[in-house]
């Protein structure tokens, strides 16, 4: 008896996104969590998944990952493009703690967020609402850079007005010889940003998909509203927003190198990204799970080492 068994006529059966074949879940998250590191097909060469043994840990190696992407970057007199996520958050402390100790100005950086709350047109909250993502941003990264920091003319956010020229500045960048780095984290249904996975059904084929720079107002997946219920609102629903401004797989999987993180475990022996981390890894590429296409580029997964285990065992409490 499970769900593969018992979703025909239940309510999960129109809340689970239908792209996702369980069958194939199911073998992605019963693997050996012993071999959740072998390289897949599917994976970049130059793809790592890193086990790490704890939340400190993961926010210590993950701040100096991206430290050092800038530091290398000044040193190759290079621009840098970093797409810059909110959440997860605690790495940022470090990446400017390890920039300060290096003495590592950051006016070659050009940084755009990858997403924000919103409305059903893309309207997003004030800068200085502590719920937006512009907000949160500038508190944990901008403003602890001080005079070494980043510029704030090359500081982007993904408002109505300015997400549909990321793209062009982006280009621009790139067209100078700029790198782009992507930092992130995956959520519940295997988004990156807010690319939820109902978006695919909008798209004739992969290759669309894979075009798609970015969405204002895009419609969250109830998967996604309840994560973030939990991990932002304490399990509060009323202060969410039911839509969001975001980019997409034509920006992020564009990236020269990635560095992404999943921590997610609750304590008690709980964790909520045990099953979003197998399926990233092992699941294959397709647009119905936009965290499948992580490994497909060069980079850094850090994930925190009991998440590959919780998928294999049943939680008493």
């Not at 755009?112 to 709350?117: G, H, I, L, T, V």
């Not at 719920?131 to 602890?144: D, G, I, R, T």
């Not at 997946?221 to 969410?240: C, D, K, R, S």
Request: proline share 6%.
């Amino acid at each position: 008896m499970d769900m593969i068994s018992t979703i025909k006529g239940s309510m999960f059966e129109n809340l689970y996104p239908e792209g996702w074949d369980l069958e194939r879940l199911k073998y992605c998250v019963t693997s050996n969590p012993a071999t959740i590191c072998e390289k897949q097909e599917f994976w970049s060469e130059d793809f790592h998944a890193i086990p790490v043994e704890s939340l400190n840990d993961i926010a210590v190696q993950f701040g100096h990952e991206i430290a050092m992407q800038i530091r290398k970057a000044r040193e190759e007199n290079r621009e840098l493009v970093l797409i810059l996520p909110v959440g997860p958050m605690e790495m940022y402390r470090w990446t400017v703690y390890f920039l300060k100790e290096w003495n590592v100005p950051c006016d070659h950086v050009h940084g755009f967020n990858m997403d924000e709350w919103a409305d059903r047109e893309g309207n997003t909250p004030a800068s200085d609402d502590p719920v937006s993502f512009q907000y949160a941003m500038n508190e944990a990264f901008y403003k602890p850079l001080g005079e070494m920091g980043v510029p704030e003319k090359q500081r982007h956010f993904a408002t109505r007005t300015e997400l549909p020229l990321y793209e062009e500045k982006i280009g621009e960048l790139r067209s100078r010889g700029a790198k782009q780095v992507m930092i992130y984290g995956i959520g519940r249904a295997c988004h990156v940003a807010f690319w939820d996975p109902h978006f695919a059904k909008d798209y004739a084929c992969e290759e669309d998909w894979l075009k798609a720079t970015h969405r204002l107002g895009a419609v969250l997946h109830p998967l996604t509203i309840e994560q973030n219920a939990y991990l932002t609102f304490h399990g509060n629903y009323v202060p969410m927003t039911c839509y969001a401004n975001t980019i997409g797989p034509g920006i992020m999987f564009q990236s020269d190198f990635s560095i992404g993180c999943c921590d997610g475990a609750l304590g008690r022996g709980m964790s909520w990204q045990g099953q979003s981390l197998w399926m990233t890894l092992r699941y294959g590429k397709n647009p119905w799970i936009t965290s499948s296409y992580i490994p497909t580029i060069p980079g850094k997964l850090l994930f925190l080492k009991e998440l590959a285990e919780s998928c294999n065992k049943i939680n008493p409490h």
